[in-house]
Each structure stands twice: as structure tokens, then as C-alpha cells.
């Protein structure tokens, strides 16, 4: 934190809001014993207020507190100061208020209380970066405008100038376009990571993953939309299932017409809880939208938001359709021509009413296009134990001791020795080894 004042030559603004005088104490001492400059706040108003004169690198908030909450104030807070990080304090059981915080508040991350001090910090140091970026952003935007003024006075020295500028845009140029390829590998990377838990559960289903994430990819193609959705509705196909990782097992062991009215009610919220799970990764923004809006209707008869027609997401509505195709295929128990026509001809009864007619139109053509094949933008792993590796094979995740400490990075090549010596360790672990290789 000491090197990023020196670099920004002002020092680092944390504004704290909690209700609370012990927990905002807590929080206080935390963030001094780092290094940072932390300003305390027990009331929304007035931390509002203070925000208007003063800048902030990042506010923590908690979520419940009288007369403003928490979400209510960082949607005010975003409007002031829309460059300012946002974290959120919440409960448990603020399920409901931390999704409305996302939507309307556009936080960056949220931490359940009680925190831990390790990843809270961690948390903050990347907001911070992210805020001071976007400060140095501003900052060069600038000077781009006030040299592009200088450039057209001084007529006397114009090619030298336009030489000069030339040069600097191609820097700025190759620079963005290396920002680009970093965030084309963060997406690759954050659903490849995903996905391979989802092949790791034994109770759900990866290759139905791959499957919807394929149709997904080839209604958006047929759709014509940029490359961005294009690219975002094959991702929400693969991580449609994610929310349900973090849910009990017997919840989706069966399919959703055989659990009582609790436990579907329960099943149901795994989209909100996916949208979580992917709110730190903030490029994946538009797949977490389509996952939490997933199980809308066209009619506007759906959940959670009853949204209706063009007001849902496209992806929304094309993970939708994707969704239920492959879910009628997999349910059914006729042959297999059989189940693929009467999949499509469920999907199509119910277009205009469940799902957006454009949507079943291009299920249906790309169907019949033959020419269509699977597109894996993500790998799956394989999940072996030490004996059964081989030479040659290339670790997809690092393998740590039970004790925490990493043995083999991820991306290593097994020789005959590396897999010896594994082997020989694990009869010193309590568990045996699950070692995730990437498939060829």
C-alpha cells in the first residue's frame, strides 16, 4: 500500500460505514494496521455528505442499518462517486438485500460477517488497484485531450508532432490490445476453473454443461449477435449449474418435479447464488446476468424478477431454451431419434409463452443445419488417482499436502520420477490424492 501512495502522490481514502461502534472499531484497527488511511461513519447521511467534498479509493458498508441500508446507500454512493470501490458487510441471511446490492448499488465484492481479516484485505488491495487504474485512466485521457490541443497550435513543427503522436497512439494501442488478451484469457480461465467443479461433483451432470453451453453458442451464432454475447451465452451454458455447488446434494440428485415445495423453493434460488459466486469476477458480469435470470418466462410469468419479453437478457432467454431442450432430452425415456423431436416439439409449443419465439426459431434451424459442430471453448479435466498416472500427462491444478504446502504446480508435465515420488508421499497423507489432469 506504501508503493501505491508513492505512485499516486495522495494517500489512500477509505471510507467505513457501520452502525455498530465496536464492529466499526474493528474494521478501523484493521485497516491501520495495513497501512491505510481509514475515515468512520455510523450514519448513511452523513457518510453521503462527506463523499461529496472529499475523494474515496473505496467504501466498506455494512448492509443492515436504520434508515438507510446498506444497498439503499451505495446505490446514492455509486451516483456521487461512480469511480469509488464498493465492499459490503452482510449477514447470512441477507440473501435477498445483498442480490439487490449487485443489481442497484453495482458492488465490486461483498463479505459475510463474522470476516476474515486475510481475505477482507485482500479484497481491498484489489479494489484499490482497480480504483487507482481507473484514476490513472482519467489521468492519461487528459493529457491525450490537452495534447491534441497543443497539436493543432503549433502549425510550425506539425510533422514532427504528428510523428511523435502517431508513435504514442500505436503504444496505446498495442497496450489496449494486450488488456484485451489478458481479459479474454481471465473469461477462458474463471469458467474453465468453474466447469471442471462442476465435472468434479459426481451428482451433477458436466456433459449436460457442455451440451446446453454448445447450443447456447449455436442460437446466438444463428442470432447474429457481437461477439461479446455470442461469447457470453456459450459461458452461461457451461455455468448454468454452478449456483449448485454451493447447495445440498439430495436438492438436485433428482429432478425438481420430485422435491416437496421447500426444498424446490430452495432449489430455485441456485441462480442468485451463482450470481454471487461470479460478482468478483467482474468480466463475467453479463453470464452471472444470464444465470440469475435464467428461469424467467417470456410471458413475464417467471422468476425471480417476473420480467417479461425484451426486458429479459438475451442470454437469459437463449440459456433458457438451451436449458430445457437438453433437460427434456436427458428426462425422457424414449428412443433416442424419439427424444430429440419431442424435446424440440415441447420447446415449440411453449414459444411465445415461456420462451422468446426468435429464440425457438433458431433452435430449430440450427438443428437442421448438419454443418453445426460442438464448439468447446472450455476443457474439461479428468479426476485420476496417483496410480494411475502416466508419463507425459499435464497437471490441470497444483496438488498441495494436507499440510497446505504445494507439491506440483499447475501445468506440470509427470515424468516416471515426479509420479514415483507422488505416490510415495501420498502414503503419508490421511486422504489419497484427487489429481485433476487436462484432457488432450
Not at 447521511?45 to 446498506?70: H, W
Not at 439487490?100 to 458492488?107: D, F, H, K, R, S
Request: glycine content about 4%.
Amino acid at each position: 500500500m506504501e508503493d501505491f501512495e508513492k505512485r499516486t502522490k495522495f494517500p489512500v481514502q477509505i471510507m467505513c460505514l457501520d452502525d455498530e461502534p465496536s464492529v466499526l472499531r474493528a474494521l478501523v484497527r484493521l485497516l491501520r494496521h495495513h497501512k491505510l488511511q481509514a475515515v468512520p461513519f455510523t450514519e448513511g447521511t452523513e457518510a453521503l455528505a462527506a463523499l461529496k467534498k472529499q475523494d474515496f479509493a473505496l467504501i466498506i458498508s455494512d448492509m443492515r442499518m436504520p434508515n438507510m441500508n446498506g444497498a439503499e446507500f451505495l446505490e446514492k454512493a455509486k451516483v456521487i462517486a461512480p469511480d469509488t470501490q464498493r465492499i459490503l458487510l452482510t449477514g447470512y441471511s441477507d440473501l435477498i438485500s445483498t442480490v439487490n446490492a449487485v443489481n442497484q448499488g453495482e458492488i465490486h465484492a461483498y463479505v459475510k460477517k463474522p470476516w476474515q481479516n486475510q481475505r477482507l484485505v485482500y479484497l481491498i488491495e484489489q479494489a484499490i488497484e482497480k480504483y487507482r487504474l481507473k484514476k490513472h485512466n482519467l489521468t492519461l485521457q487528459k493529457q491525450i485531450v490537452e495534447q491534441n490541443s497543443k497539436l493543432k497550435e503549433l502549425n510550425d513543427s506539425l510533422e514532427l508532432l504528428v510523428d511523435k503522436r502517431t508513435k504514442q497512439i500505436r503504444q496505446v494501442l498495442k497496450q489496449l490490445e494486450v488488456a484485451n488478451e489478458h481479459e479474454k484469457t481471465d473469461h477462458k480461465a474463471t469458467v474453465e476453473l468453474l466447469y471442471n467443479f462442476i465435472n468434479a461433483n459426481p451428482n451433477l451432470d458436466a456433459q449436460l454443461a457442455k451440451n446446453i453451453a454448445t447450443t447456447c453458442l449455436h442460437i446466438a451464432q444463428f442470432l447474429k449477435l457481437s461477439d461479446k454475447l455470442i461469447e457470453m451465452a456459450n459461458m452461461a451454458g457451461y455455468l448454468a449449474q454452478v449456483g449448485l455447488l454451493a447447495m445440498d446434494p439430495a436438492l438436485y440428485k433428482v429432478p425438481p418435479t420430485e422435491l416437496n415445495e421447500k426444498q424446490r423453493k430452495l432449489f430455485y434460488t441456485h441462480p442468485a447464488t451463482a450470481q454471487l459466486m461470479l460478482m468478483p469476477a467482474q468480466h463475467l458480469s453479463e453470464v452471472a446476468e444470464a444465470i440469475y435470470h435464467q428461469f424467467e418466462k417470456y410471458n413475464g410469468n417467471g422468476i425471480p424478477k417476473g420480467l417479461k419479453g425484451s426486458d429479459i437478457p438475451i442470454c437469459a432467454h437463449i440459456l433458457s431454451v438451451a436449458r430445457d431442450y437438453w433437460q427434456n432430452i436427458s428426462l425422457s425415456q424414449k428412443p433416442q431419434e424419439q427424444r430429440y423431436t419431442d424435446a424440440l416439439e415441447l420447446i415449440k409449443m411453449y414459444s411465445g409463452n415461456f420462451y422468446h419465439p426468435k429464440v425457438v426459431s433458431a433452435l430449430e434451424a440450427t438443428l437442421k443445419d448438419k454443418k453445426n459442430t460442438q464448439s468447446d471453448t472450455v476443457k474439461s479435466m479428468d479426476i485420476l488417482t496417483s496410480k494411475q498416472l502416466k508419463p507425459g500427462m499435464i497437471l490441470g491444478l497444483a496438488i498441495h499436502s494436507h499440510k497446505g504446502i504445494m507439491l506440483l504446480p499447475k501445468g506440470h508435465q509427470f515424468t516416471e520420477k515426479s509420479i514415483n515420488k507422488l505416490q510415495q508421499l501420498e502414503t503419508q497423507k490421511p486422504t489419497p490424492f484427487r489429481i485433476m489432469i487436462k484432457d488432450d
